[in-house]
């Protein structure tokens, strides 16, 4: 049972937005910055997303992050085959002191 | 160019330990925390904990404490994790990750070292 709470799956085709949601509480989400990492099949977690909005350079603009409450959400506007990959969100959390993580949406490319 | 580079799988019966190292390049070490997430096979990411590369001390996610070492040494640019009386649901792949600006921005990561737990 993850802290962070997200959809197991998510698909779209490459003319669709899809979006994939992380909802925490206050000690995390609410009072944190969330970070999105983007794991493809077979290799180590690459960073999507830094401090709620912001893409790491080489990340194309069709992934955009945003955060409202103890909620926050990744976009990925016209989604390509080699997006297909499991995706997390994260945030530190004040109650428990550490890192938490999302359980993982896999999305799937039509 | 940054890299991290871990060390090979580990095959290791329940009760025992295993060390794992991460060995960084292309940046000053002690400028950047160093962090460790595990995945066990078909699951999610987990934060182990990480560690202050310039004072050494070490942070500990809950449920690791008493049998979870994480350590440095600075003259060779590397991490260390190591992991203590093994069960089976201790069997992941095991990743270091570079600490970027803030607590859960991990902005490097190792290619992940698998830990199989088996009798």
């Known amino acids: 049972q993850s802290v962070l709470t997200q959809p197991p799956s998510a698909s779209g085709t490459p003319g669709q937005r899809v979006t994939i949601s992380c909802s925490g509480s206050?000690?995390?989400?609410?009072?944190?910055?969330v970070n999105w990492y983007q794991q493809l099949p077979g290799t180590a977690p690459k960073l999507l997303i830094y401090?709620?909005?912001q893409r790491p350079s080489g990340v194309p603009d069709r992934f955009s992050g945003s955060k409202s409450g103890t909620s926050a959400s990744l976009a990925i506007s016209g989604p390509q085959s080699e997006d297909e990959a499991d995706y997390y969100c994260a945030a530190w959390d004040d109650s428990l002191n550490g890192v938490v993580f999302g359980g993982g949406t896999k999305l799937t490319v039509l | 160019q940054v890299q991290l580079v871990q060390s090979g799988s580990e095959l290791k019966k329940p009760g025992a330990s295993v060390k794992v190292s991460c060995k960084t390049s292309g940046y000053p070490f002690t400028t950047y925390t160093m962090n460790w997430v595990r995945q066990a096979p078909g699951q999610g990411l987990e934060w182990m904990g990480w560690?202050?590369?310039?004072?050494?001390?070490?942070t500990y996610a809950q449920g690791f404490t008493g049998r979870l070492v994480i350590s440095l040494d600075t003259s060779v640019n590397t991490a260390y994790l190591q992991l203590s009386s093994l069960q089976a649901d201790d069997t992941a792949v095991y990743y270091c990750a570079r600490g970027g600006g803030s607590w859960s921005n991990f902005d490097s990561w190792g290619q992940g070292t698998l830990v199989t737990v088996s009798s």
């Open positions: 206050a000690s995390n989400i609410g009072s944190n910055s």
């Open positions: 560690i202050n590369t310039k004072t050494g001390k070490p």
């Open positions: 401090s709620n909005n």
